[in-house]
């Protein structure tokens, strides 16, 4: 149970013909937003840098900052999409006979709520990638080292396999649409190894910067693609994890300065 008072925010004329209104909750500007029968309000303001989130595209519950493109989910706040990565603030929501009233959730509750969501969408993305990707547990210890002295040599049918260098670079070629930053700097190739069974066929290990991030399968595909496009690669295996979670101290500096992450 919120300690605050309910505040009215919105009233029945100012809201009629409206799904997105401008509000003010706590002192705080937020936006007042309709998602089918539901009324939800969040901050307006982007966790990123500061933007404000009011003119931001609507999209399958997700509103997108109009500055570098970062997502959140309406309904929760979680930030579904680099480069932001804290959740906007969120309020709860009560419609009466006059208007729409809003008052802050109790830390407890938002910390709960929050966690339940977090569980919620990690289930539903591992449930959902069978198709495309294995979620895999791994060894991190060659992440992002880019020195190319891992030993993946190996010679079969007279056909060299590529040095990991060699791939790191190739995969450098797969840059993340939304940020425009390849995969290697960003941090999520986890691992490169061959297979036991083939020394021509390799196994990637890669993360997505979010579980729900709508880019995931297009960097599958072009990791894929990328690797196998070398010469003494016969065929290359995407294993997807989420375990560890990427964050953003995995990306290279460069990639940080990049997208303004300190
Ligand atoms: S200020 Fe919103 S994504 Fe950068």
Redesign the pocket.
Known sequence: MSDFEWELIATNDEIEGKSRLSVVVDDTPALLIQLGSFWYVVEDV?T????PLTDGEIINGEIK?P????RFDIKTGIAKCM??TQPIRIFEVSVREDGIYSRPYSEKDLKSMQEANEREEIERTSGSAGGQAALVDLDVASSNSGDGNAGTEAESDGTELPSEAAMLDKLKSVIDPELFVNIVDLGLVYDISRKDENENEVVLTMTLTSPACPAGPQLIAQAKEALESLPGVEKAEIKMTLSPAWTPEMMTEEARDQLGIF
């Open positions: 982007c990123h840098d500061g933007q900052c500055r570098h493109g970062a480069p932001a």
